[in-house]
């Protein structure tokens, strides 16, 4: 039975309203004597989006005091991250000036919002490219809309990398830092929103994920990234990467997630969509408040053919505890290959074409703005990526084979979902790598000629091995803390699910949360709280 909106805007509301009275947060009443602050720095850093939402709600603390308190962290933290681009002044000082509305589940949370994906009416969006630079949109996208209903104050935009990779490093944004260790990336392409949500500067961020941009850098910061079914979310525009990349969101708490989707979710007829999937009968945020039923997961944490960068053991490690916990919970876990899923070298000969070779046309971008290509305007992998394509012109052919592998891939994972509810596997093949040029698979790093780029790629399909998958299925995949290695640094795993399936995720990912609090709220060396 289908559920109209109406019904499913009803029921999330009393979901967020038994979230809010199930709460874990605690709040110290009252300000802090001669800081100006709404609240401790403490409470600021440990309190998530919903624990922020309920002392709005009952009027502790106002939208225009809990943004001004996520601008002084700002001040304070992001010059030794180089996470936030620009903090927006006049919703500071005036939350309601962009539209946010004041009734919405989150109204008055401070959200910052990626550099890459959906847009703000008037703001800039530069896309960490010299040939963006001082480009400002007309329009809010629709899921920013849905972002302004369900109450969220958009008070800023976070960096990403040059290209959308997985080191948020940049020629116009600059190299930006793990709160974790400042030598470290926030991972990529949401490294910037990672970096600001784990420091604490606001509680929840705007992400995408093309090939785990959403899941590594929230779990390589200590965060859950949900990757959402094609479809579920509207579409900003019809672009060539559609079929690929979906929106998301980083937070510190699955009731976090499970809500924000909830507001997310809207499409309306005028919106741009990629099959539209059918909305939950149940929200979200209350699905997560019980147990789901014993499952049958798969367990894969293979090489995935791909030779050459192995998975460091002590990932392997915190994935199997994972599955442990898992079915210490009850559920049935079976180790499967990587064969059984579906055709390796037909997935990441696809990746390589489609989101290396042909992904972004910066010659086009040149020609198109008037800003020549050089060491200046253009990192140098992707002047070497200029090369290749004028060698290797684009096709109807590649475009045609392209599709025709998304068509495949999807449906070999069906095949193999249809005996399982989940599958379990890492995302990331280590902890979090170096920030700047040193990292190889950084757009800054040093690549001189063609046999140095293809190489690049290469390291980069591997760091991603895990998570394309996904992304060229359409199927849900949710990222979420698994602890911290030896290093220090948090590491993560992920669940996928079959195409629609995104509530399970959330539920399973809910029942972790729960069984190993202590994977959850780690926080950085560089925190708020620690103000």
């Known amino acids: 039975m289908n559920i109209t909106r109406k019904k499913f805007l009803k029921t999330s509301l009393l979901a967020s309203a038994s979230v809010f009275a199930s709460s874990r947060m605690t709040y110290s009443k009252g300000r802090v004597p001669g800081g100006g602050l709404a609240m401790s720095w403490s409470d600021w850093g440990n309190l998530d989006a919903t624990g922020i939402a309920r002392l709005l709600a009952a009027g502790q603390v106002t939208p225009k005091e809990v943004a001004a308190q996520a601008a002084k962290a700002c001040e304070l933290l992001n010059p030794k991250i180089n996470c936030v681009v620009e903090i927006f002044d006049d919703v500071i000082a005036d939350p309601l000036k962009d539209g946010m509305n004041q009734f919405g589940a989150f109204h008055g949370v401070p959200m910052l919002v990626k550099e890459a994906g959906s847009t703000m009416k008037g703001r800039l969006r530069e896309s960490a490219m010299a040939f963006m630079k001082g480009n400002r949109t007309d329009k809010d996208s629709p899921l920013t809309r849905n972002f302004r209903r369900g109450g969220f104050n958009l008070i800023g935009r976070t960096a990403i990398p040059a290209g959308g990779m997985h080191v948020t490093d940049s020629l116009l944004e600059g190299i930006s830092r ?14 910037g929103t990672s970096g600001a949500v784990s420091a604490g500067i606001v509680p929840i961020g705007h992400g995408s994920d093309g090939g785990g941009s959403t899941r590594s850098p929230a779990t390589l910061c200590g965060l859950i990234g949900h990757k959402p079914t094609r479809g579920l979310l509207p579409a900003y525009k019809s672009y060539y990467l559609g079929p ?28 741009p969509k990629f099959i539209p999937a059918q909305l939950p009968q149940t929200p979200f945020s209350q699905q997560i408040l019980n147990d789901p039923k014993p499952l049958k997961i798969a367990l894969n944490t ?24 898992m079915e210490s919970l009850g559920h049935t876990v079976v180790e499967v290959k990587e064969s059984e899923i579906c055709d390796q070298n037909l997935l990441f000969d696809n990746i390589r074409t489609l989101l290396y070779h042909y992904g972004l046309d910066w010659k086009a971008l040149s020609e198109a703005t008037g800003i020549p290509i050089n060491g200046e305007t253009l990192e140098p992998a992707y002047r070497q990526q200029v090369e290749y394509r ?36 890492p995302i990331d093949l280590t902890a979090a790598s170096l920030a700047g040029p040193k990292n190889p698979i950084s757009p800054l790093a040093p690549i001189h000629n063609q046999d140095d780029y293809l190489n690049w790629v290469e390291l980069h399909i591997d760091d991603s091995r895990y998570n394309t998958l996904a992304n060229f299925a359409g199927v849900p995949a949710i990222g979420f803390p698994a602890g911290l290695l030896s290093s220090g640094l948090p590491i993560g795993a992920q669940l996928y699910s079959t195409w629609g399936n995104d509530g399970l995720l959330m539920k399973v990912a809910a029942q972790i949360e729960r069984a190993k609090p202590d994977w959850f709220g780690l926080v950085p060396p560089l925190h708020s709280s620690r103000l």
């Not at 709160?179 to 990529?188: R, S």
């Not at 460091?312 to 599955?323: I, K, L, T, Y």
């Not at 052919?397 to 599709?403: A, F, H, K, N, V």
Request: proline residues 5%.
């Open 390 to 425: 004028a060698k290797h012109p684009v096709t109807l052919e590649i475009r045609g084979r392209e599709q025709a592998a998304i068509v495949e891939i999807s449906k070999q994972v069906a095949v193999f979902m249809a005996k399982y509810d989940a599958l379990l596997m």
């Open 302 to 325: 293979g090489d995935w053919t791909r030779g050459g960068t192995k998975i460091d053991p002590e990932v392997v490690e915190r994935v199997n505890e994972v599955a442990k916990v």
């Open 244 to 271: 690929i990349v979906t929106e998301g969101v980083l937070t510190k708490s699955v009731r976090d997630t499970a809500l924000a989707y909830d507001q997310m979710i809207h499409v309306a007829p005028y919106d």
């Open 178 to 191: 793990s709160p974790w260790n400042l030598d470290h990336t926030p991972g990529g392409s949401s490294g």
